[in-house]
């Protein structure tokens, strides 16, 4: 039986990072600005989702020097936090692009 590895780590959260920022967002500025800017809320929130996810991947797949336990020798340990096979940080770059364009969108009401 094979099973797809959507996440690996702490990789799951960049989802949240993004949904809750993303519909907290297009809530608020649907409530004061009207249906239409909902998805300017959205594209906002998507960049501060992306920058939180940047910084966090940043932080969590930092290298971390360690030694092997029988030589004694360094080793340095690489720590693996992916969504879809891609690296936390690099997702939030990828979200920060998204929610930028979203904005856009949003502000031409397109």
Do not use: D
Not at 19 to 32: K, T
Not at 65 to 75: E, L, N, S
Not at 81 to 89: C, G, K, V
């Amino acid at each position: 039986m094979n099973t797809l590895i959507i996440w690996r780590g702490w990789g799951i959260l960049v989802v949240l990072m993004a949904a809750i920022p993303a519909v907290l967002g297009a809530v608020s500025v649907q409530a004061l600005l009207g249906e239409a800017m909902a998805p300017l809320g959205a594209g906002i929130g998507l960049v501060v989702g992306g920058v939180a996810s940047f910084l966090v991947g940043q932080r969590l797949n930092a290298p971390v020097q360690g030694y092997h336990p029988a030589t004694g020798q360094p080793v340095l340990y690489k720590n693996r936090h992916t969504l879809f096979f891609i690296p936390m940080q690099y997702c939030g770059v990828l979200l920060l692009v998204l929610g930028a364009v979203l904005g856009v969108v949003g502000l031409s009401g397109v």
